[in-house]
Every structure is written in structure tokens, then in C-alpha cells.
């Protein structure tokens, strides 16, 4: 019976998001409370509720501040160059855009966490998206899926959880699985470039002239919003013309939301935003420091170098006040559904469920089993329970074939492009926020692709004989 609620409760939460019947924070609270009264531990509500917000509570505290800390880096202008980098090899070509958005996605992912990931990303690329009015779900799929495949290194943690849950050394796990991963990659690049042929058929090509013929269509409207908002948020076009210099380089500043003449860039202090932020990430990887640790004292340190005026530090926050508001609401909400699919032994039943109905004669391929099963397993659970409570049990029954451990814990990893959509991950909530894309229609736009693409990893890696 709770392997059936389980999964209806699951099902129904999907449905009614992707259908847009209720916003995903409500979903993810009123959804599992009514459930877990089905079950019969209403009366344990609260203890669910709240063992699942304690676990949560750090990761909600690291992206709150890793928001701030972002949002005062694009603020001060650390990312332009990447934008101006972006704009000149993707000019207002769609299909161009949207590789550059997987390429970006997959570079910044080396750093192992999905929420700097998406934040870097959708603040490169939003404002080309905006402006061509391209289809902003291709971003949040591709940034996804590029992300979720680079989620595979060791300090990314996946193959770390795999190698603790199995006693394996993480190294073993990941370097023979490089091969199939950099094909997947591709697959993503391949998949980036014929949805971008697609948005390019649909918007086709426009040079900036041409763009910027369109903006003056819209400059009343523009202006008064600039005004609106302090003249330093998006959409503000009085920047870059009548420079009468060199055409191209004034369009492409132009062509930016980022103003490139708002009140908080810091150019003086180019080099030691750029420094900190090295420092910041090289401590995630090292772990020198809890990551919520060092995204709070990187935030204030950004903030109090910045921005050394109390009432402009007020100000930065309160710019940043939504994003923080949406991403931390949205976790904590998670931690209802997480807590009580936890609490009430959900989770447990439909992972022995799932183990249970593998045919006897499947046993000599549990890899290939573990495999496919790791598509909707860490997609409806979290890779803490995928691997902590599931691969254990899977890798026993593999050993009794003469299945390695190895071959496991490898196979394990080929659901992440899949499960960095996940309703359960944090970091999807930073995507689709920062991109203000319903959670629905990120979902139905990405979950066929992101499964294409485990598909295309567990492939490879049957071919290349690593699986």
C-alpha cells in the first residue's frame, strides 16, 4: 500500500504542476500532507515536516546566500565579459545561442554545484533569450542537462555517494566512465544545436541592426521601465547609443539587458571580485569550509567591500530579495514532501519494490538494470536515497551474478541529466526562477531529452565495454 501511495502521490503532484492547477510551493506542501494522512500518520505530520526541514535547512541557507553573492557579482560586473564573449560568437543567431548555453552550462559546471551553475548561466544568457524572444524553456533544458552530465565528477557528488555507499575509491568509479560521459556531453551539444536549428527556423536569423530597429518599436515603454526601477534594471536601452564610435561595439552593449553603464558596476575592483570568486570556489572543492559557510562570508565580504555604504548594501539586497524569497520558499516546501515520503517509509517500499519485480534472468545484467532503473529512481528521490538506501541493495543482487561493484556504482551515475530536473533538487528551483519559467513547463520540455541523454551515456558505456 505504500508503494502505491508512494508513487500516486508522486504522480499527482507532476500532474497537477505540469497542468498548472497549483503552484509547485503548494503542491509540494498540501500534496504530501494530504497523503500522509491517507496513509494514517497525520498525527506524525509535524515530526516529518520538520526532521525534513533540518536537512534541508543548510542547503536552503547556501543558496540564499550564493544568490546574494551572485546577484552582487553580476550587480558589480564580473560576468559582462562573459556576456560580451557570448555575444560575439553567438551574434543574434538562435541556433548559436543555445549551444552557447550548453557550452556555458557545461564549462561553469566544473566548479560541482548546479545552483552557481544555473545562476552564471541564466544570467549570461537571459538577457539574448529576452531579447530575440526565444523560447526560454530551451535554456533551462540545456543548462540542465549539460549540468547533469558534468554532475558526475567526484567532487560534483554522485560518484562520491557511489563510492561511500560501495567502499570504492571515487577515482575507480569515474575515470573509466570519461568516455561514454564525453559522449553524452556531446549528445547535449548535438541536441543544443538542433533545438537552436529549430528556434532559428521558428524566429529566424537577425543582425543587430536589426534588433536594435525592433527595440526602437519598444523605447518608450523601455525608458519608462528603466526610469521605473532606479535606471539599473533589465531592459534600460539608453546605454550604448549615440556613442558614435564603432557600430559594432556599441550595438553589442546595447544589445545587452545589463546596462553597461548601471550605478553598481565596481571596474576598479574588477580584479578583486575575480579573486574572491576563484577563492570561493576552490574552497567548495577543496572543502575547506561548508559550502553554506563560505557562500554566507563570501556574501559579506562582497557586500562590504562593494558596497561599503549601509544603505547601498540594503539596497543590493532588496534588489535580490525575490530570487531569495522564491528559491529558499521553494526548498523549504520541498522539505514537506521529501520529509514526509521519508517519514512515512515511502521511499523504502517503492525502492524494494522496484527491486523485487527485476526477473530472476536479469541478474547476470544488473548493471545495465541499475542502469535503467537510475533514470526514474533519482528522478522521484533524492541521490541520497538512490545511493544510500537503493544501490546497496542493487549491487547485492548484481554480486550473486558475478556483477562488479564497479560496474554498479558506474552504471548508477547514468540517470544525473535526468535527475537535475528533479522536483527534489534544490538547484532547479535557481533555473527555472532566475529564467521565471513555470516549473511545468521546464518539466514537460526536458524530462524526454534529459532521458535521451541517460540513454545515450548508458549506450556508450555498454559499447565501450565500461558498463
Known amino acids: 500500500m505504500l508503494t502505491i501511495l508512494g508513487f500516486a502521490m508522486i504522480a499527482t503532484f507532476l500532474v497537477l504542476i505540469m497542468m498548472k492547477k497549483m503552484s509547485p510551493i503548494a503542491a509540494l506542501v498540501l500534496i504530501p500532507a494530504l497523503f500522509c494522512v491517507f496513509v494514517g500518520k497525520g498525527a506524525n505530520l509535524g515530526d516529518y515536516v520538520i526532521d525534513g526541514v533540518t536537512s534541508l535547512a543548510p542547503t536552503a541557507a547556501m543558496l540564499m546566500f550564493a544568490i546574494v553573492y551572485f546577484g552582487v557579482m553580476i550587480d558589480v560586473g564580473l560576468f559582462d565579459p562573459i556576456v560580451r564573449g557570448i555575444l560575439k560568437f553567438c551574434k543574434a543567431d538562435p541556433m548559436r545561442i543555445v549551444v552557447g548555453t550548453a557550452v556555458l552550462a557545461a564549462i561553469v559546471s566544473l566548479d560541482g554545484d548546479g545552483s552557481t551553475t544555473f ?54 568509479i569515474f575515470v573509466p566512465m570519461i568516455p561514454a560521459l564525453a559522449v553524452g556531453l556531446l549528445g547535449v551539444f548535438v541536441l543544443s544545436y538542433v533545438l537552436g536549428k529549430r528556434e532559428r527556423k521558428r524566429l529566424g536569423v537577425l543582425t543587430l541592426d536589426e534588433v536594435l530597429v525592433e527595440e526602437k518599436v519598444e523605447e518608450t515603454e523601455t525608458v519608462l521601465v528603466g526610469a521605473g526601477s ?13 556613442s558614435g564610435t564603432d557600430a559594432e561595439d556599441g550595438d553589442e ?3 545587452q539587458v545589463l546596462d553597461p553603464n548601471r550605478a553598481t558596476l565596481r571596474p576598479k575592483l574588477y580584479w578583486f571580485n575575480a579573486l574572491l570568486t576563484l577563492t570561493l570556489l576552490t574552497a567548495m572543492i577543496m572543502e575547506w569550509l561548508p559550502i553554506p559557510v563560505l557562500f554566507l562570508l563570501g556574501a559579506a565580504l562582497a557586500l562590504t567591500v562593494n558596497f561599503p555604504h549601509i544603505p547601498d548594501q540594503k539596497a543590493r539586497l532588496a534588489a535580490h530579495a525575490d530570487n531569495v524569497l522564491n528559491v529558499s520558499g521553494m526548498v523549504f ?15 523504502d517500499h517503492m525502492a524494494r519494490w522496484m527491486v523485487d519485480v527485476i526477473p530472476e534472468g536479469m541478474g547476470p545484467h544488473m548493471a545495465l538494470v541499475t542502469g535503467v532503473l537510475s533514470l526514474p529512481l533519482t528522478y522521484f528521490m533524492s541521490n541520497d536515497g538512490f545511493y544510500f538506501g537503493v544501490l546497496p541493495v542493487l549491487a547485492e543482487a548484481g554480486a550473486a551474478h ?19 530536473s528533479s522536483p527534489l533538487v534544490p538547484a532547479v528551483y535557481v533555473l527555472v526562477g532566475m529564467a521565471k519559467v513555470e516549473f511545468g513547463d521546464h518539466t514537460k520540455f526536458v524530462v524526454k531529452w534529459a532521458a535521451l541523454t541517460c540513454l545515450i551515456i548508458l549506450g556508450a558505456g555498454i559499447l565501450f565495454g565500461i558498463i
Request: aromatic share 4%; hydrophobic share 45%; charged share 10%.
Open 333 to 347: 516546501a520541498a522539505a514537506v514532501f521529501t520529509g514526509v515520503l521519508q517519514g512515512t517509509g515511502m521511499v
Open 402 to 420: 558475478g556483477v562488479t561493484p564497479l560496474e554498479m556504482a558506474r552504471a548508477s551515475l547514468v540517470g544525473q541529466p535526468l535527475h537535475m
Open 253 to 255: 552593449e546595447r544589445f
Open 119 to 172: 545562476m552564471i548561466t541564466v544570467s549570461a544568457m537571459y538577457p539574448l533569450y529576452k531579447r530575440l524572444k526565444m523560447s526560454l524553456v530551451v535554456m533551462t533544458g540545456v543548462a540542465a542537462m549539460a549540468n547533469g552530465v558534468m554532475n558526475t565528477l567526484p567532487w560534483g557528488g554522485p560518484t562520491a555517494r557511489a563510492a561511500t555507499a560501495l567502499k570504492l575509491d571515487a577515482s575507480d
Open 230 to 242: 532606479g535606471g539599473s534594471g533589465p531592459g534600460k536601452a539608453t546605454g550604448a547609443s549615440g
